[in-house]
Structure formats: C-alpha cells, structure tokens
Nanobody, 116 residues
C-alpha cells in the first residue's frame, strides 16, 4: 500500500512554471508505475502523465506534451511533475497515484491556478 502527499501547487501567470512533488510511503512505491492526474471544477479527473517504476519510460496526455516532464527519485520515494509554459486551461487540482490509479490511495491533491 502507498500513501501519497502532493505539494508545490500555487498561483502562477500564464507562461510560468511550477514543480509539483509527490512524497510516497510504503515499499511498493519503488516498484510501482506512477502517474499524475488532475481535476478542474465541473470536469472529471483526467490523466496527465505517467512514469514506469525505473523512470525509463514516460507517457503524457496530448494536452501537456512538450510542456510537462514527469520524473521520479526512488531513493527519495518522490515523483515530480515539472510544468512549463503553463496555460489557464491547466488550472486544476493535481493528484498523484499509482498508474493505473488505486481508488484507496487518492490524497488531497495540490491546487494549480494559472492566471491569464
């Protein structure tokens, strides 16, 4: 079982950058594929990015390709999401989880707000 705590969100102007962190506990983290997901008001939660257990394979939603980078440091039990060239449509609460996500592991997420 993995417990996750997201951080790093905030308010940023369009074109700016943020780096999100996801701190994990549990031995399963180092051998689990991980992902970032987001949910905007009035919309369903959607997939953003994923990374294999080794960090060697990544996958991104078309909407963020070329702008976001997912990475992980298994020694620190942490996964990151570097977000560049942010757009107002990126505004959402961002969550990390295993990929595919486990319903029992959703945390509180971290709010990202991009102003125009």
């Amino acid at each position: 079982q993995v417990q996750l705590v997201e951080s790093g969100g905030g308010l940023v102007q369009a074109g700016g950058s943020l780096r999100l962190s996801c701190a994990a506990s549990g031995r399963t983290f180092s051998r689990s594929a991980m992902g970032w997901f987001r949910q905007a008001p009035g919309k369903e939660r959607e997939f953003v990015a994923a990374i294999s257990w080794s960090g060697g394979v990544t996958y991104y939603a078309d909407s963020v390709k070329g702008r976001f980078t997912i990475s992980r440091d298994n020694a620190k039990n942490t996964v990151y999401l570097q977000m560049n060239s942010l757009k107002p449509e990126d505004t959402a609460v961002y969550y990390c989880n295993a990929n595919p996500p486990k319903s029992s592991s959703w945390g509180q997420g971290t709010q990202v707000t991009v102003s125009s």
